[in-house]
């Protein structure tokens, strides 16, 4: 036997439902507001065979992994989640270490061809006179932004810029061109001691 109560609500909530529906408007494909602070510098501290200006909104850590050598450095921003990694060699004047090195870093760049759309190589000279290799790659990779530069006889430095995010790289686009700037920065002031 039916119990009338429960049909008779069923029938009410199904009435009411039915009635006129909301005006409803799809609203567009949007993306995640990212405020960015104004770039300002800071002279990198501590007693390492270079020096640089690095973004104030930026935390110097020595790198801990387990390959680190020492003035190995991550340069990092926890608003963004993004990471610069420093790594530097002593090449001793030893031509077969240095061309590893740069063999090293071109291998290293290319791991990403699997992922990337394009890389851009660019040479440019700093305003303290060094050669610097600046490579930039489009498509969905891990490294968006990287570069290396040396003296060719006893320094060997390379960036290389990482976030912590699976955010997708169109919509990380101004914070990688902020971190780009602030790699820039580093670069046009970097000087070998």
């Known amino acids: 036997m039916l119990k009338p109560l429960p049909a008779c609500t069923a029938l009410l909530a199904l009435l009411t439902s039915c009635s006129s529906a909301p005006d409803f408007t799809p609203k567009p494909k949007g993306y995640n ?21 690095y973004s104030q909104e930026a935390v110097v850590r020595p790198d801990s992994s387990y390959l680190a050598k020492p003035h190995w450095l991550n ?27 740069m063999e090293d ?18 040479i440019m000279r700093t305003p303290a006179g060094l050669r610097a290799s600046v490579f930039e790659l ?7 932004f990287q570069f290396y530069t040396t003296d060719s006889t006893k320094h060997f430095l390379r960036g290389a810029l ?15 061109e902020y971190v780009k700037a602030d790699m820039i920065q580093m670069l046009n002031t970097l000087k070998y001691k």
Do not use: C, W
Request: hydrophobic share 35%; charged share 25%.
């Open 75 to 101: 340069i990092y921003y926890p608003r963004l989640h993004a990471n610069v990694q420093i790594t530097y060699m002593d090449v001793q004047r030893d031509r077969k270490l240095y061309n590893k090195m």
């Open 138 to 144: 489009q498509g969905e990779v891990p490294s968006q």
């Open 162 to 176: 990482y976030f912590r995010t699976a955010t997708a790289n169109d919509s990380l686009a101004p914070v990688i």
């Open 105 to 122: 870093a071109r291998k290293l760049t290319g791991k990403h061809q699997i992922k990337a759309t394009a890389i851009d190589e660019q």
């Open 33 to 53: 507001r990212i405020d960015l602070p104004a770039h300002r510098y800071q002279a990198l501290g501590g007693n390492h065979p270079y020096t640089f200006e």
